[in-house]
């Protein structure tokens, strides 16, 4: 291979990867489009100053302590659905509203396992939810 074989070789990978604008404009939409990972960083800080002060004898004792760690999943799924809203132009699709239902299924599970509530009324309610949302996703999907 030649010198100018090289050259140009070289030339061509760096214009295809993209300017530093590019990649900040990038990075600023992913930002946008996701939303809420400060949501998740939040929670772990409060996660994280809970059993401090539970360790430091502030708090009553809590069995099911772990529960708080299915509030990290749920926000994730709560900001894929913030960001599918805005990217549907703010319109309430099928996709959204599934997201949302299964965000609130782990909030709701972690309400149940951490104060030891029922888990018999969290079900039927779901499979309520889930029924219509099956109903309505037609009539979503033509707005």
Do not use: C
């Amino acid at each position: 291979m030649s010198e100018q074989d090289k050259f140009e070789q070289v030339n061509e990978s760096q214009d295809s990867y993209p300017s530093r604008r590019e990649r900040r404009a990038q990075r600023r939409a992913d930002r946008q489009a996701g939303g809420f990972g400060w949501f998740a960083g939040l929670i772990l800080i409060v996660i994280g100053g809970l059993y401090l002060l539970h360790d430091a004898g502030y708090l009553p004792a809590l069995t099911n302590w772990w529960a708080l760690f299915l509030l990290l999943p749920g926000a994730g799924v709560l900001s894929a659905a913030l960001g599918a809203y805005r990217q549907n132009g703010g319109h309430w699709t099928s996709d959204v509203l599934g997201l949302l239902l299964f965000s609130l299924l782990f909030f709701g599970m972690t309400a149940v396992f951490l104060f030891g509530l029922n888990f018999g009324w969290l079900l039927p309610l779901f499979l309520i939810a889930a029924g219509l949302l099956l109903l309505f996703s037609p009539k979503l999907a033509q707005r």
